[in-house]
Each structure stands twice: as C-alpha cells, then as structure tokens.
C-alpha cells in the first residue's frame, strides 16, 4: 500500500456517492493524501448530498435539486469515478459525454458493466478504467481489481492505482479476469463473514454465550489473518503447524476435507461468475 504521505492527485468527481464511493472517499480525505482541485461528490438526493457539509475539500450536489449537477461536477476534473447503480450508467454517460475535458480519466466501480460500453458511449479523447474495488476499502484494506481500457495509458493506470491505493491494495489485470476476480476479492468478505456467522453458531451450540462466542471466533479469525500477514509462511504451512499428527485439530480437518470445501468454493464463484455475466450492461 502506497504510503499516504507520498500521494497527490488531480481534481476528482464521483459521480454517486454509495457506500463504495465513500468508502474510496475515506482514503482520499486521510491525513498525507491531498487532491489538487478538490473533490465534487453527486447524489440523486439532496438529503445525501448533505452529508458530506462541511467536510474540507468535498463539494457536494444533488441532481433532484440541480439537473446539471452531473455536468458541473464533472467539468475540469482530470479523474471522474463513475459509482452509479450498472443500470443507471449508459444514461450517465449519454448526459456526461460532452462535457468531458479532453484527457479526462474515466474510472468505473459499477460492476459488470464493460469497458467496450463506456468507450462506445464517451468521445474518444477520454480514457477508461474499470475497477472492482471490495468493501474492507473502508477500514483502508481493500483490494481492487483494475483493467486498462483501450484508449488508457501507463500514467492513466498509475493514477488509478494511486487512487485506490489510498484505501489498500491494487492489483492490475486484464479485463477478461476481472469479473472471476470479483467473485473473489469482490464477492469474498460475505464468504468470510458467513464463515465467520456459521462457526459463530457452532460456538454457541457448545454452550458459549453469544458475546463469548463472538470474541472466540471473530478473535480467532482476526489474530490468524494478522498472523498470517505477519508470517514468511503460507497458510497451508501455518495450518499444519496447528495440527499435530493424531490430535484434535487434524480430526477436526479431517472432517472439513471430507465435504471438499475446495469444491465448494469452486461451484460458488462458478455461479457468482456466471450471475456476473448475465448482470453485463449491454454495449449500448
């Protein structure tokens, strides 16, 4: 992760200001990291929009008070992050397209919407990225996925891995893996916490509280994690350390590795990826 003191980064729109967008905002307004021009936020709704007063460096509008709100937000800014719901952008960008500055760097988080319908629908001297950013963006731990698109340049992908670096890490990748790579990094929280809510379960079904279930377990998960981002080793050798031949934990294992959890996991990103795809905003 890019340390924030090091970052500085040209004038940003976001155009919808979801959980997502704020949680990318977190990162842009942490102490070291300034952007040169400010930072313009829309929201359909003015009572949204209010949120963000007098947060330095935010403007915000709403597009039920100002119809053009979309248009001014984006005018100047070198860097516009499109976080609108995948049905809502191809009219987004219809409404943007001419009021783009040449140069500008377009970056999607809408998921499944492709890169191929952002440049068909956006003047070609304007760059895109697409993006799939995860939620622990807001405790700055994220990990993005992010694709160049045709008409994007190195400095357009440094720039938008600048930004997302602000809240975790990024990983470069060609578009074509970037929907499996939402049904891991995008899709993969709601598989830990439902870990997480299950074990939880089985904690209180051996007659712990739910208070003391919740420390052993959600203990348990964040020491391991913390352990293992600590260690030179890999998580198949620091499981093995846990267990010892003919003892409780490989018991325990045993059973886990009857029910083929690697198949599992398999079948389920297999129907993320293919729910993904059906979702794909059409080209035009």
Do not use: H
């Amino acid at each position: 992760m890019t340390s924030p003191a090091t970052v500085t980064l040209p004038t940003i729109a976001f155009l919808g200001g979801g959980s997502m967008a704020r949680a990318i905002l977190a990162g842009l307004l942490a102490p070291g990291v300034s952007v040169d021009g400010g930072i313009r936020v829309t929201n359909r709704s003015a009572a949204k929009a209010t949120d963000f007063d007098g947060v330095a460096g935010v403007t915000a509008a709403a597009t039920e008070v100002d119809p053009n709100a979309n248009r001014a937000a984006v005018a100047g800014a070198r860097v516009v992050v499109v976080a609108v719901k995948p049905a809502m952008v191809p009219d987004l960008l219809r409404e943007i397209a001419d009021a783009l500055e040449p140069g500008t760097l377009i970056i999607s988080v809408a998921a499944g919407v492709t890169i191929a319908t952002f440049e068909a629908l956006l003047p070609d001297s304007v760059a895109v990225i697409r993006s799939m950013p995860n939620t622990p963006a807001i405790v700055g731990k994220a990990v993005t996925g992010i694709s160049a698109g045709t008409r994007s340049s190195d400095a357009d992908l440094a720039l938008a891995t600048a930004l997302f670096e602000t809240v975790g890490n990024a990983l470069v990748v060609p578009e074509s893996k970037l929907d499996a790579l939402s049904t891991i990094s995008g899709s993969g929280p709601a598989y830990v916490f439902y870990l997480i809510e299950q074990f939880t379960r089985t904690a209180i079904d051996k007659g712990f509280t739910p208070d003391e279930a919740a420390l052993l377990v959600e203990g348990t998960f964040l020491g391991s994690s913390l352990l293992l981002a600590s260690s030179d080793l890999g998580p198949a050798a620091l499981r093995k350390q846990v267990t010892s031949p003919n003892g409780t934990t490989e018991r325990a294992v045993w059973e886990l590795e009857k029910v083929d959890l690697k198949g599992l996991f398999d079948t389920a990103t297999d129907a993320a990826l293919a729910r993904a795809r059906e979702l794909a905003a059409p080209a035009v």
